[in-house]
């Protein structure tokens, strides 16, 4: 991890949030790299979710909503985490975050990580919302929360959807946007981080045929993470056991992930939440949020943009002797070719490179490089993950072929360049 985090900053995937003055604990920066990663990665989930589909439709609500829609769905009361204290360094731990002991004499206790303190004290509930207020008085009935999801923008405006376009049941409603929590322990880079984004399918269905179509979404979020690379030794879906669910849910899988510093844990929840958001949200607000006459059930595949990204990065990461090549797919690296001058200092290969640079741009993402030698311009390219690089040389002035050089194999081959557009469209279709 230590190593992917520094090649990230490195590398302008991601920067540590406010740095220069010190740092804001559980936020992050994207860099340029990292904002094209992230990018990509929304663009396949949209592709995926959304447009390649036909009973999807997006959505982007707004991320302050009136202060009732998180009585309904529950957030006010229960969105919270065990909290715990030292009594002693007064450092604060989510619960489960602590190995809880039992002794005879003592009863419970738990020993502090941070100043190694016994401590006997209980629990107590702390709430994740982030709160603000509306307007320039700070009174109690102009309190808001900053959206710790993006689902309830969904729920809140299903009959809008219902009446606006031609959904049926089963349908999706889905959105990619920022979510707030405020996480009593935050780390492991961009696994548990206080603001981050989040894609979110709501699929509302028929009663009764809930269950197979949550089976239909955990195959098709696992085989989403597959058909971008993830390997499959990486990554299984696992049913949640009924104790540790919400008391709404009809089942929760997760998708997990095998993460360098905990092993198989939560990358992706996908929740079959039966009627409980609409009934809610009918209760609250008076309006009858049915479908033919009935409350559609929910499916939700939950994910964070920046949680997948680490998976991608941690599943690309790979050394060959003492240097590192980021074989992330090439639907989702940064720039998808390099174009080089076999060397700086000659004008002709310099304008000819830049002329297939330039025919290149609007068919791809392309990078252009000419410091150094060709060699480390490689190696400087499979560290971002750039799958292929074109290099201009003496015989390209001659012929008009250039080399393409594989990222994973360090293959070249010998391309024309009226060929090129055609041979990337081929490669990255
Ligand atoms: P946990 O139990 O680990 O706190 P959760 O069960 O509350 O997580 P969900 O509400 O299911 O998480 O969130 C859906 C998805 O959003 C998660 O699978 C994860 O990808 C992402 N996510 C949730 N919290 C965070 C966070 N603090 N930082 C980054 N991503 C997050």
Redesign the pocket.
């Known amino acids: 991890m230590e190593k992917i985090v520094s090649l990230c900053k490195r590398r302008g995937f991601v920067y540590p949030g406010s740095e220069i003055y010190g740092g804001l604990n559980?936020t992050w920066d994207l860099g340029p790299l990292g904002t094209t990663l992230a990018r990509n990665i929304k663009h396949e989930w949209w592709k995926n979710t959304v447009s390649n589909r036909e009973d999807v439709v997006g959505l982007n609500s707004s991320i302050l909503h009136h202060p009732k829609v998180w009585d309904a769905s529950g957030h006010i009361a229960s969105f919270t985490?065990p909290l715990i204290e030292c009594k002693k360094c007064h450092h604060r731990y989510?619960l489960d975050f602590v190995t809880v002991r039992f002794d005879k004499e003592k009863g419970k206790y738990w020993i502090c990580p941070a100043c190694f303190e016994e401590n006997t004290s209980e629990p107590r509930d702390f709430n994740?919302m982030f709160r603000t207020h509306l307007g320039s008085t700070e009174d109690s009935g102009t309190e808001l929360y900053l959206r710790?999801?993006t689902a309830q923008g969904i729920f809140i405006n299903f009959l809008n959807v219902v009446n606006s376009t031609r959904v049926t049941v089963p349908f999706g409603i889905a959105q990619i946007g920022k979510?707030f929590?405020n996480?009593i322990t935050?780390g492991n880079f961009?696994?548990?981080?206080?603001?981050?984004e989040?894609m979110?399918l709501e699929f509302f269905v028929e009663p009764g045929t809930d269950e197979k179509w949550h089976e239909y979404w955990k195959n098709e979020r696992l085989n989403w993470f597959l058909s971008l690379g993830i390997s499959k030794d990486h990554i299984k879906i696992v049913d949640l056991p009924k104790e540790d669910i919400a008391h709404y849910s009809r089942g929760?899988a997760?998708?997990w992930y095998d993460w360098p510093f905990m092993g198989f844990?939560?990358?992706?929840?996908i929740?079959n939440r039966g009627d409980y958001d609409l009934t809610q949200h009918s209760k609250y607000s008076g309006k009858n949020l049915v479908f033919d006459d009935y409350t559609p059930y929910v499916i939700e595949p939950?994910?964070?943009?920046?949680?997948?990204m680490l998976a991608f990065l941690v599943d690309a990461y790979s050394e060959v002797g003492d240097r590192v090549v980021l074989k992330l797919h090439s639907k989702l690296s940064p720039y998808k070719v390099a174009v080089f001058p076999l060397v700086a200092n000659k004008p002709d290969l310099v304008t000819k490179a830049e002329t297939v640079y330039r025919y290149l741009k609007p068919v791809t993402s392309v990078a252009w490089d000419d410091r150094g030698n060709i060699g480390k311009r490689y190696y400087a390219q499979d560290e971002i993950g750039t799958p292929w690089c074109v290099t201009v040389d003496y015989r390209s002035l001659a012929d008009d072929t250039v080399t393409v050089r594989d990222r994973d194999t360090a293959k070249q081959e010998r391309v024309n360049v009226s060929q090129l557009d055609t041979y990337f469209s081929q490669k990255l279709k």
Do not use: Q
């Open positions: 559980g985490d989510r994740l710790p999801e979510g929590r996480e935050t961009l696994f548990r981080v206080r603001e981050f989040m979110e929760t997760e998708l844990g939560e990358l992706e929840g929740a939950s994910v964070g943009v920046g949680r997948a």
